[in-house]
């Protein structure tokens, strides 16, 4: 259990400085922090409600994957899909200039190795790109001659966002290559998905599609060592 008053140092004031429908039933949310954060793309952040407008046995604060980085200074920016929790509820409801606490950042799981020449393939299923965005535009402000693949899956067209975004960063920088789908993982999608002994493969999304990703790639020769997955 989170236990806030053992990390006092990374607890942030916050307002909602922007909401945006990005997709169906998919949301971008924009917080102003009242001091900056240092953080590295790929972590995530505890958002936490003043107060909620229906009861959630699970609490006021969820965990939310960074999609900004550290050089939008002090505006931070999560994706999520609507719901009907108590919490789900209570986030959507929120007004711009709503304040909030903000607790982070945590997890290095989806950071990238320091070594830049460490190849990565991204698999995102749905929401589950979220965690992916900061490292992408991150490479792209760092001209990162890594080379980076994002494999992004939606289950429908209407669920698809930042479609255009994903592109400009290929775009802006060629080491980034981006392979939209629709649908679900399959081993067609991942038959040109080039990688080596060297290659990490960061999985994110629901437990089926990182379950069907798994054994999909480990088919394919990728060994255990080489996945992340969240």
């Not at 607890?11 to 102003?32: G, M, P, R």
């Not at 954060?37 to 939310?64: C, N, T």
């Not at 200074?73 to 999560?78: F, M, P, R």
């Not at 290929?170 to 991942?190: D, H, L």
Request: proline share 5%; charged share 20%.
């Amino acid at each position: 259990m989170l236990s806030i008053s053992n990390i006092d140092n990374r607890l942030f004031a916050a307002k909602l400085h922007e909401k945006k429908e990005i997709a169906k039933d998919t949301w971008q949310f924009v917080f102003q922090l009242e001091k900056e954060m240092h953080y590295i793309p790929g972590q995530y952040i505890w958002v936490v409600l003043p107060e909620l407008v229906e009861p959630d046995p699970k609490g006021s604060r969820r965990a939310f994957s960074l999609t900004s980085i550290p050089s939008d200074g002090k505006l931070v920016s999560i994706i999520f899909r609507s719901g009907q929790s108590g919490y789900k509820k209570s986030l959507l409801a929120l007004e711009i200039g709503k304040e909030i606490t903000i607790i982070g950042p945590g997890g290095y799981s989806f950071c990238l190795p320091e070594d830049q020449t460490t190849p990565v393939v991204l698999v995102a299923g749905g929401v589950g790109l979220s965690p992916f965005l900061g490292l992408l535009k991150d490479s792209v402000v760092k001209k990162s001659s890594r080379p980076i693949t994002l494999v992004n899956i939606n289950s429908s067209q209407e669920r698809c966002f930042l479609i255009e975004e994903l592109k400009t960063f290929q775009k802006q920088n060629s080491a980034i290559t981006i392979r939209n789908f629709v649908g679900e993982f399959t081993p067609e999608v991942s038959k040109d998905i080039l990688f080596g002994e060297k290659t990490l493969f960061y999985v994110s999304g629901t437990q089926s599609l990182v379950d069907v990703a798994h054994g999909t790639l480990s088919q394919r020769g990728v060994f255990e060592h080489q996945f992340h997955f969240d």
